[in-house]
């Protein structure tokens, strides 16, 4: 059986570890619900999103980047039941002697620590789906368009084509 060549995902020749704003999406594992509910208001009452155990874990670790890279600072995030979305920054100083974590240094350690963390709540082989996507933030109202994306994915969850409660 011939494997089917993976596109690649990255922009080519861009450096990940270079000053710019980044928004991540990272998908659980066969796109289970399994990090946090959304509960639909009655009448106008926005949806409410509840963090299930899972999601609590992921939203300690997202936490800690900012913690674990000094570089790395984290705008906005919404822990969807089975997607996340990261709005983050790198700033890096001028003049450092080491080399600065690319996006994929950073989102290789968060996932592989998240699903260590989760591993401790309940026994799981994998947590997220290979790779993750990205998006460059190329400008003001790119940066304005990503974040109101991730404060409105809550409202527009009934609509998601991954909603498995549809």
């Known amino acids: 059986m011939e494997l089917q060549t993976r596109k690649p995902n990255r922009l080519k020749n861009y450096d990940y570890s270079q000053n710019g704003a980044y928004f991540i999406t990272i998908c659980v594992q066969d796109r289970k619900p399994i990090l946090s509910q959304i509960i639909v208001g009655e009448g106008l009452a926005p949806p409410v999103l509840k963090l299930l155990p899972f999601g609590e874990c992921i939203k300690e670790q ?10 790395v600072k984290i705008d906005n995030y919404v822990i969807m039941p089975n997607h996340i979305h990261i709005l983050m920054r790198i700033e890096n100083q001028t003049g450092g002697a080491s080399p600065s974590p690319t996006v994929s240094d950073i989102i290789c350690a968060f996932k592989s620590l998240s699903t260590l963390e989760c ?6 082989d994998i947590l997220f789906q290979r790779s993750y996507h990205d998006h460059i933030i190329r400008d003001d109202i790119d940066y304005q368009q990503i974040w109101q994306y991730i404060d409105e994915n809550p409202i527009k969850w009934a609509e998601d084509k991954y909603n498995t409660n549809i």
Do not use: S, W
């Not at 997202?62 to 570089?71: D, G, K």
């Open 119 to 124: 591993k401790k709540l309940l026994p799981i």
């Open 62 to 71: 997202i936490n800690n980047l900012e913690i674990r890279y000094e570089n």
